[in-house]
């Protein structure tokens, strides 16, 4: 016969096994955007100026204690220690304050990057037009395969640099370079790796406030066998 602790111990155990595996998400998805913001090295002092990495750092910190919160989680129930029930409903409580700066800093990244993407070309382009060699243009061109500010007719009365065309070529021309502009493209990949991971933190949200009251209901029923 089934009695309300068992009960209980099941859907809690179900309940960690799924933020689990959201938790397995937030590191994988954290590595893969480390990973794709690894390819830009050629151009730190560009991304410097964002805060993409910073919080997929975060992103991937918070999927670690996910991780480690349902284990003490399922040990809690498992064993029925009120330290680890304890421990663990610090640790959801924890969660819920980190994701929800998180999701704060990337909603405030996201309204930012457009114009800062914008600003920043246009000083680079501006440094390219006076031959300065601290524009990152060019690096930002043979990265992101790209070409110009908008596109390849920026280029449309002077020559056009190799860095815009696929392949290493003596002589690269409008017709053979890169379609996309590096501004769309940078605003392009942002764009990509913030939907999923902004998604991501308001299910983490909703996720860790339900653990929290699971969490406190727990102690509780140790305790007080409620």
């Known amino acids: 016969m089934c009695t309300l602790k068992t009960l209980f111990n099941i859907f809690f155990i179900v309940y960690n096994a799924v933020l689990l595996l959201l938790g397995i998400g ?35 910190i918070l999927g670690l204690l996910m991780i480690i919160t349902c284990v003490i989680g399922c040990l809690a129930s498992g064993f029925d220690s009120h330290l680890l029930a304890i421990s663990h409903s610090i640790l959801m409580l924890l969660l819920l304050i980190v994701t929800v700066i ?51 007719d920026d280029y449309e009365s002077e020559e056009v640099p190799t860095t815009c065309c696929p392949k290493a070529k003596d002589k690269c021309t409008v017709e053979s370079a890169y379609n996309e502009g590096c501004e769309s493209k940078i605003n392009n990949f942002f764009r990509k790796y913030s939907k999923p991971v902004g998604y991501m933190c308001l299910i983490i949200i909703l996720f860790v406030f339900v653990g929290f009251i699971l969490g406190t209901y727990l102690i509780l029923f140790l305790y007080y066998k409620v």
């Open 102 to 152: 998180l999701s704060v800093s990337l909603y405030a990244d996201i309204s930012a990057s457009k114009g800062l993407v914008s600003k920043k070309m246009d000083e680079y382009w501006n440094k390219r037009s006076k031959n300065d060699t601290n524009s990152a243009l060019p690096a930002i061109e043979y990265v992101l395969k790209c070409c110009g500010k908008n596109g390849p």
């Open 26 to 60: 937030c590191v994988t998805l954290a590595i893969i955007v480390l990973i794709r913001l690894g390819e830009l090295r050629g151009i730190s002092d560009f991304i410097e100026e964002f805060k993409g990495q910073s919080i997929t750092c975060g992103i991937f």
